[in-house]
């Protein structure tokens, strides 16, 4: 069965303190891993797709990376906007449904 | 693009009751997605649909459980009889050839 664990369940950050989030995964066969952001009360926000081992994709404070069992979402002088739930998720084939982690509570205070 | 579109957004009714659940996905997508998420179990898939056709249903909790997508630009998701445990924020999504899948605003149900 695929799965996906996403680790801390929750991280409290001050601001400008960088940190990383971890998402490991066991699949059958990976197409891609997806990082959402999810803000209370909204659908899940697209961030990056990662399709294979040793891509990396940026994007303002935000970097992802992906191995071959791991990802992780590395955010680099946070601020108090960063603030929200962080979600991973796998695709094994194309055209098929995400299995997600439960996701990072990150909150980053000032 | 409105991105994809979700009714009602809230919806609070009694258990027993139907409740239909809408959706709009972004235009010339050809997969929709429906989630549901709670805090136990976050979020899980429903059901989904390639060129409106459903592929998996296996994630319908039972029967009481139905979803349709008479056309490329909507889809339903119905709950008769509905109950409390069936209490959650509902999601649909929707994809174009399978890359990354944008997601609604959901619905949040309460069924007491």
């Known amino acids: 069965e695929d799965q996906v664990t996403q680790s801390p369940e929750a991280l409290r950050l001050q601001e400008g303190e960088s940190s990383s989030l971890n998402c490991s995964y066991t699949?059958?066969?990976?197409?891609?891993l997806f990082w959402y952001r999810q803000d209370p009360g909204k659908g899940p926000e697209f961030l990056f797709t990662?399709?294979?081992a040793g891509e990396e994709k940026e994007k303002e404070r935000l970097k992802a990376t992906l191995t071959k069992k791991e990802s992780f979402l590395h955010i680099t002088a946070p601020k108090p906007e960063d603030s929200a739930t962080y979600l991973c998720?796998?695709?094994?084939?194309?055209?098929?449904?995400?299995?997600f982690g439960k996701g990072t509570r990150l909150s980053v205070i000032a | 693009d409105a991105g994809v579109i979700q009714s009602p957004r809230h919806e609070v009714t009694e258990m027993g009751q139907e409740v239909t659940l809408r959706c709009k996905p972004i235009?010339?997508?050809?997969?929709l997605f429906w989630y549901r998420q709670t805090m136990m179990r976050g979020l899980e898939l429903l059901i989904y649909?390639?060129?409106?056709?459903?592929?998996?249903d296996s994630g319908m909790p039972e029967d009481r459980f139905s979803a349709k997508m008479p056309n490329a630009s909507f889809s339903t998701l119905k709950i008769q009889p509905s109950e409390p445990r069936d209490s959650a924020v509902y999601f649909c999504?929707?994809?174009?050839?399978?890359?990354?899948?944008?997601f609604g605003p959901g619905t949040r149900l309460t069924v007491t």
């Open positions: 999504a929707s994809s174009l050839l399978g890359f990354e899948q944008y």
């Open positions: 699949v059958s066969g990976l197409r891609g």
């Open positions: 990662l399709y294979s």
């Open positions: 998720a796998v695709q094994v084939s194309g055209n098929t449904p995400l299995v």
């Open positions: 235009s010339g997508h050809n997969s």
């Open positions: 649909f390639n060129n409106n056709v459903p592929i998996d």
